[in-house]
């Protein structure tokens, strides 16, 4: 799992996004997200595979931007964690 800056304001995630990767990629991602100011952009383009730890990664990113004062956008999340989201309520947290 890679959790990368590409350009100010977005961060670019590859790789398989489950529980065994997630608490390295939260610490790096969580990391470039204090950086981060105004808006900030998280692209999952690069995502092969998710569970349930991801969309909580998410959300952790999620009151962490909050908390900053920063707008928080997902880009291209993989159709599993949609799916996952829509499952358990949480659709919205992707929007």
Known sequence: ????QTAPGTIRLAGDLVFA???PARQKLL???????G??????SGVQ????SAL?????CLRQATEQGVQ???EQPPADLVSIA???GLADALA
Do not use: K, N, P
Not at 31 to 37: I, P, R, T, V, Y
Not at 49 to 52: A, E, F, I, P
């Open 1 to 4: 799992m890679t959790v990368e």
């Open 21 to 23: 990767s997630v608490l």
């Open 31 to 37: 990391g470039l997200l204090q950086q981060a100011e």
């Open 39 to 44: 808006e900030c952009r998280v692209d999952w």
């Open 49 to 52: 595979r998710v569970d349930s």
């Open 56 to 60: 909580s990664l998410w959300l952790v």
């Open 72 to 74: 928080l956008h997902i």
């Open 86 to 88: 829509d499952l358990v």
